[in-house]
Nanobody
Framework: QVQLVESGGGLVQAGGSLRLSCAAS????????MGWYRQAPGKERELVAA???????YYADSVKGRFTISRDNSKNTLYLQINSLKPEDTAMYYC?????????????????WGQGTQVTVSS
Protein backbone atom coordinates (compact mmCIF):
# COMPACT_ATOMS: atom_id res chain seq x y z
CA GLN A 1 0.00 0.00 0.00
CA VAL A 2 1.38 3.37 -1.02
CA GLN A 3 1.58 6.03 1.66
CA LEU A 4 2.44 9.69 1.16
CA VAL A 5 3.04 11.92 4.16
CA GLU A 6 3.47 15.67 3.73
CA SER A 7 5.17 18.00 6.17
CA GLY A 8 6.61 21.49 6.31
CA GLY A 9 3.53 23.65 6.09
CA GLY A 10 2.83 26.51 8.46
CA LEU A 11 1.99 30.15 8.95
CA VAL A 12 4.38 32.56 7.27
CA GLN A 13 4.41 36.23 6.38
CA ALA A 14 4.18 37.37 2.79
CA GLY A 15 7.58 37.27 1.16
CA GLY A 16 8.72 34.37 3.29
CA SER A 17 9.69 30.84 2.32
CA LEU A 18 8.73 27.29 3.17
CA ARG A 19 10.00 23.88 2.15
CA LEU A 20 7.39 21.18 1.90
CA SER A 21 8.37 17.52 2.04
CA CYS A 22 6.53 14.37 1.04
CA ALA A 23 7.80 11.04 2.31
CA ALA A 24 6.73 8.06 0.21
CA SER A 25 6.55 4.42 1.24
CA UNK A 26 5.15 1.20 -0.16
CA UNK A 27 6.15 1.90 -3.74
CA UNK A 28 9.17 2.13 -5.98
CA UNK A 29 9.35 5.89 -5.62
CA UNK A 30 12.01 6.38 -8.28
CA UNK A 31 9.71 5.01 -11.01
CA UNK A 32 6.81 7.35 -10.28
CA UNK A 33 6.08 10.80 -11.60
CA MET A 34 5.03 13.03 -8.70
CA GLY A 35 3.10 16.22 -8.26
CA TRP A 36 2.17 18.94 -5.80
CA TYR A 37 -1.41 20.15 -5.82
CA ARG A 38 -3.06 22.83 -3.71
CA GLN A 39 -6.63 23.58 -2.80
CA ALA A 40 -7.91 26.79 -1.28
CA PRO A 41 -11.32 27.00 0.40
CA GLY A 42 -14.08 27.12 -2.18
CA LYS A 43 -11.72 26.45 -5.07
CA GLU A 44 -10.80 23.42 -7.14
CA ARG A 45 -7.65 21.49 -6.50
CA GLU A 46 -4.95 22.76 -8.86
CA LEU A 47 -1.61 21.39 -9.98
CA VAL A 48 1.23 23.71 -9.03
CA ALA A 49 4.24 21.57 -9.93
CA ALA A 50 5.08 18.13 -11.24
CA UNK A 51 8.21 16.08 -11.80
CA UNK A 52 8.87 12.99 -13.88
CA UNK A 53 10.77 9.97 -12.64
CA UNK A 54 13.75 11.31 -14.58
CA UNK A 55 13.56 14.83 -13.16
CA UNK A 56 11.74 16.78 -15.87
CA UNK A 57 9.55 19.46 -14.31
CA TYR A 58 6.38 21.42 -14.91
CA TYR A 59 5.15 24.53 -13.12
CA ALA A 60 1.86 26.37 -13.22
CA ASP A 61 2.24 29.91 -14.52
CA SER A 62 1.18 31.33 -11.17
CA VAL A 63 4.18 29.83 -9.38
CA LYS A 64 6.94 29.92 -11.99
CA GLY A 65 10.09 31.48 -10.62
CA ARG A 66 8.93 31.09 -7.00
CA PHE A 67 8.34 27.34 -6.56
CA THR A 68 10.88 24.59 -7.13
CA ILE A 69 9.96 20.92 -7.17
CA SER A 70 12.65 18.32 -6.61
CA ARG A 71 13.03 14.72 -5.55
CA ASP A 72 15.58 12.63 -3.69
CA ASN A 73 15.08 9.06 -4.81
CA SER A 74 17.60 7.78 -2.25
CA LYS A 75 15.31 9.12 0.50
CA ASN A 76 11.97 8.41 -1.23
CA THR A 77 11.13 12.05 -0.70
CA LEU A 78 9.57 14.78 -2.80
CA TYR A 79 10.14 18.46 -2.05
CA LEU A 80 8.55 21.78 -2.88
CA GLN A 81 10.59 24.88 -2.15
CA ILE A 82 8.29 27.89 -1.98
CA ASN A 83 9.79 31.38 -2.05
CA SER A 84 8.32 34.88 -2.16
CA LEU A 85 5.08 33.62 -0.66
CA LYS A 86 1.91 35.57 -1.37
CA PRO A 87 -1.42 35.56 0.49
CA GLU A 88 -2.98 33.89 -2.56
CA ASP A 89 -0.67 30.90 -2.00
CA THR A 90 -2.69 30.08 1.11
CA ALA A 91 -4.08 26.57 0.64
CA MET A 92 -3.81 22.95 1.64
CA TYR A 93 -0.92 21.45 -0.29
CA TYR A 94 -1.10 17.82 -1.37
CA CYS A 95 1.53 15.44 -2.63
CA UNK A 96 0.41 12.95 -5.27
CA UNK A 97 1.94 9.97 -7.04
CA UNK A 98 1.23 8.95 -10.61
CA UNK A 99 1.32 5.42 -11.99
CA UNK A 100 3.53 6.65 -14.83
CA UNK A 101 7.08 7.89 -15.27
CA UNK A 102 6.41 10.98 -17.38
CA UNK A 103 5.16 14.30 -16.03
CA UNK A 104 1.45 14.04 -15.32
CA UNK A 105 -0.66 17.13 -15.88
CA UNK A 106 -4.11 15.64 -15.36
CA UNK A 107 -5.46 14.98 -11.89
CA UNK A 108 -6.91 11.71 -13.19
CA UNK A 109 -3.38 10.34 -13.64
CA UNK A 110 -2.57 10.61 -9.94
CA UNK A 111 -3.55 7.50 -8.08
CA UNK A 112 -2.15 8.11 -4.61
CA TRP A 113 -2.57 11.16 -2.39
CA GLY A 114 -1.27 12.39 0.91
CA GLN A 115 -3.37 14.00 3.62
CA GLY A 116 -2.05 17.47 2.91
CA THR A 117 -0.15 20.16 4.76
CA GLN A 118 -1.60 23.62 5.35
CA VAL A 119 0.21 26.71 4.12
CA THR A 120 -1.10 30.04 5.38
CA VAL A 121 0.42 33.31 4.24
CA SER A 122 -0.37 36.49 6.15
CA SER A 123 -0.20 39.89 4.49
Amino acid sequence: QVQLVESGGGLVQAGGSLRLSCAASGTIFSTKAMGWYRQAPGKERELVAAISSGGSTYYADSVKGRFTISRDNSKNTLYLQINSLKPEDTAMYYCAASQHRIVALSISLYRYWGQGTQVTVSS
